[in-house]
């Protein structure tokens, strides 16, 4: 079991105010993904959890207990950093062994656990082995299976996965996704990173300078975005908003929504310009097109539109969304 609640939270450093008064519910068995700019305040909301850092106001609750003076290893949780500190001297199975020191696990108990967890996360066969052995990922793998073996209600993640190489970040993306369906247990993960947050979450709270600006799935934070900040931060390249017209409302549309001729085309929202770079991403070519004081990036399947030409820019309604004057979407 592992909900997640804050209420009213706020966390000062001195004078800074780093989180305010935030309200957040995690559900119990979520992949929650907190997503946002660096120091937006994830890594000290995921510390609070954990119990590593206290609230300065508000309440804290896990399960629907008030944790706020429950120490951290009182508190049911297992966090994997994004500096894994796996020891060296020890082979992996003490590495995994770790996380059980405080526990009163009989030490054949101990060994099956261990033996059940490495196999689930593809080392078995290297639990005699030093962790200078290992591949980047493999080492990973070690911090999560420590994490495991507490078999805790809740996972807390922080940028586990940044200081692995693109390929291997893509595949423990899917691994993690299958440990989650598995084991059942409550994520709760951190990163910067969109695409991240989008492939794997089934909750995405996104949250800049310290207060949640959406927290919704990824498909809607995609489609449906609450303002012009998360419209501008979910997807790559981001979605276009127009500068502000007079009224001081702006239209937003996916790179992927609009098309581009040679020729006028008809569409709710049209625009004129100039293509100013072409870039080609395999099957799909991202073109930056200026028209007037805006630019922006198209995605089409067609990498035909020369660079320099003059071109007509359409949108169809249903791809539109509005945004009033204070960046919130109407
Ligand atoms: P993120 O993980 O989103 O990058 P953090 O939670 O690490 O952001 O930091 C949020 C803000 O809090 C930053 O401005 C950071 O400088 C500040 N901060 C974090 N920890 C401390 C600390 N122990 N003392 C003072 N300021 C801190
Ligand atoms: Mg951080």
Redesign the pocket.
Known sequence: MGSIEFKGVTKR??E?T?IGDLDLTIEDGSFTVLV?P????????LRMIAGLDTQTHGQLLIDGKDVTHARPGDRDIAMVFQNYAIYPTMSVRGNIEFGLKNNKVSRDDRRQLVESISKTVGLFDYLDRKPSTLSGGQRQRVALARAMVKKPGVFLMDEPLSNLDAKLRFQMRVELIELHKMLGTTFVY?T?DQGEAMSMADTIVLMNGGKIQQMAPPEVMYRQPANVFTAEFMGIPPMNVTRAGADGIRVGFRPENARLSYAPLDGAFTAEGRIVTREMLGSETVYQVRGGDDVFMVKSADSGIDVDRDVYLAVAGEHLVRFGADGVRI
Do not use: A, D, I
């Open positions: 450093f001195g800074n780093v946002g660096s120091g937006c305040g994830k890594t000290t909301l951190v910067h």
